[in-house]
């Protein structure tokens, strides 16, 4: 259940119980003896591989059960990998031990989650007076460590007043699932993604006499200060528009929106160990970049969660919000899939997006995936000052440049 019905089931007083806990075996000697070792010896990323690869299939409950023993409080462990798990534990039904896991993690997201599940009580699905006055102190944390962070206004107000310290008709600065606002053409049906800049909606386009149509609708927090980022997504999107890349819809600068086509096949983030054709996936985007490369720009944010697959799972590259023209003053990019020499400050170069094509095949083959040709893309891309120049050379070394067009 995402966070926005969670929170709107607490706000109109409904409680569906909880779901029953998932029995947990024990592990085998072997496998939980292996992933305390990994943790105890600082190899985070096999304990990690461990987990995704597990998620969602029999063995997962035994490398939960290991990775609960071994990440306990006061363990030094990366924030990605308590997140990972505790976000499996909430699946799980088990609450308590998903607030114990985030109590380890120093960020504002944690602290959000936190207080969601406080909010929705840790064992029985009722919450008591101390949970949610523990919650209310935590999106106070979250709101001191980042005041635009999306939704932790709208939490904190109407905890408050759910508390009686504050005024029920309080609002958020944008449109949300719980106010969302006159001016908006749409009908937001959930959340699907938030960032820094913005918020991702999945929502409803009355079309009129053409029906209703399912848009992708991404909402920036500040409409003073996003203006020219967003007019910018959208004109870089636009300019490269064809097969591999989002369609843009509408534009709405004053409001602070953008429409976007829905790609009802998620992102390959939240798909990483799912079974396709990954050479095909690959090819695609490069193709795409190809064309962006030759047209004298940089993508700047190559990274699963901006690859976007459509109804046909035909893979599609999303948010040209940092697309730049090649030689331009660099980024900041993303953290994890940006390359040495932009986190250096050099300027954009196609070489960004190689490194993003690099990082997304290490995180497919972390992730379980066994196709030999993701060894070769990562083992290619990642070559940092050897990697190939633009998406074309890469195309080239890997002998794809003849395959028929997309």
Known sequence: ?????????????????PPPPVPVAEAPADLRGSIVASIQAGRFDQAMAALRSARGGPDEHLVVDALTFALTKGVEAPELLR?????????????????????EVRSPAAAVLRGDLLCEGLDD????????????????????????????????????ARLGGGREAAQPSFPTLLAPGGALPFTLV???????????YEAREDLGAAGVRTVALKMIHDKLRGRDAL???????????????????????????LSMAWMSGGSLRGSLTTPR????????????????HAAGWVHGDVKPANVLFDEDD?????DFGLARPIGSPATQGTPGYASAARSNGAPASPRDDVHGIGCIARDLLEAGQTDPVLTKVRDLALAEDQAPPDAGALLDALGWRTLPAR
Request: hydrophobic residues 50%; aromatic residues 4%.
């Open 83 to 103: 997140l990972e798990l505790a976000d499996v534990l909430v699946t799980r039904g088990d609450r308590r031990g998903a607030h114990d896991q985030l109590a």
């Open 231 to 257: 007019l910018a997504e959208a004109r870089a999107a636009i300019r490269f528009r064809g097969a591999g890349v989002i369609a843009i819809h509408d534009l709405d600068l004053d409001e602070g929106w």
């Open 1 to 17: 259940m995402g966070i926005f019905a969670r929170l709107r089931e607490r706000l109109l007083g409904e409680h569906p119980p």
């Open 277 to 292: 054709d990954l050479r095909a996936v690959l090819e695609s985007l490069l193709k795409t970049l190809a064309d962006v």
């Open 190 to 200: 959930r959340e699907v993604a938030r960032g820094g800049a913005g918020v991702v």
């Open 314 to 318: 035909a893979p599609t590259l999303g």
């Open 125 to 160: 699905g009722v919450a008591t007076a101390a949970d949610l006055d523990r919650a209310l102190a935590l999106y106070t944390e979250a709101l001191a460590g980042d005041v635009d962070a999306p939704g932790v206004r709208e939490r904190f107000e109407r905890l408050r």
